[in-house]
């Protein structure tokens, strides 16, 4: 597991989409979700950056294309709207104060966000990745942070896709082109025995 942390810069973890209507979609992501709540304490506890990603829209969504065939969907249905309860971080998940929220308008973290300037500030080069769905957000993610040269972890059961098939696909034959997948007991047990100035120097 050190070796996520081979190289200088710092470490990060991406809660991508724990919303609460994109959870209601998924019926495996109850359990999703408590791999994701033990994987933030840990995070917490070694002192490495938590940041949320969320997809949200402005009344009316002028940010969506009809071209867009996924979003233009929730156009229509008038979903996930900034101040609606149905865009609003899950209860199970929810991020400290001190934790930035990072609203985006596009599936992949990168697009359309902060989130490049974020990790920048903090001089992060290793992403763990974890979020909903495994073919949306956490797939868009991985593509784009490996063209940007970030090392990246996916832990595996904090993510979760309405198809097993498509998940289990990704998660043997896709992503370890790109990531080292690895579960969430991996990733917390690699957070609770190295401090944050050692992940900054391994």
């Not at 990060?12 to 408590?34: H, W």
């Not at 949200?56 to 867009?68: A, K, L, M, Q, Y």
């Not at 996930?80 to 865009?87: F, G, K, M």
Request: net charge neutral.
């Amino acid at each position: 597991m050190n070796s996520l942390w081979s190289s200088e810069g710092a470490v990060a973890v991406l809660a991508m989409d724990y919303q609460n209507a994109i959870i209601k979609q998924y019926p495996a992501s109850g359990a999703a979700l408590r791999q994701a709540r033990e994987v933030l304490d840990a995070a917490r506890s070694a002192g490495v950056l938590v940041a949320y990603l969320v997809v949200r829209f402005r009344d009316g969504h002028p940010e969506i294309s009809v071209n867009n065939k996924i979003f233009s969907a929730i156009k229509r249905a008038g979903g996930l709207l900034e101040r609606s309860a149905d865009s609003q971080i899950h209860d199970d998940v929810l991020p400290l104060g001190s934790e930035p929220v990072i609203t985006k308008r596009r599936v992949g973290a990168f697009s359309t966000s902060e989130l490049e300037h974020i990790l920048r500030a903090h001089e992060v080069r290793h992403l763990i990745l974890m979020g909903l769905t495994t073919s949306g957000v956490v797939l868009s993610t991985v593509r784009a942070a490996a063209d940007l040269d970030y090392s990246i972890a996916v832990v595996s059961d904090a993510c979760a896709d309405g198809d097993a098939e498509v998940h289990r696909v990704l998660m043997e034959k896709i992503f370890p082109r790109q990531a080292t997948v690895v579960t969430a007991q991996e990733v917390c047990s690699a957070l609770r025995t190295v401090g944050t100035a050692t992940i900054r120097s391994v």
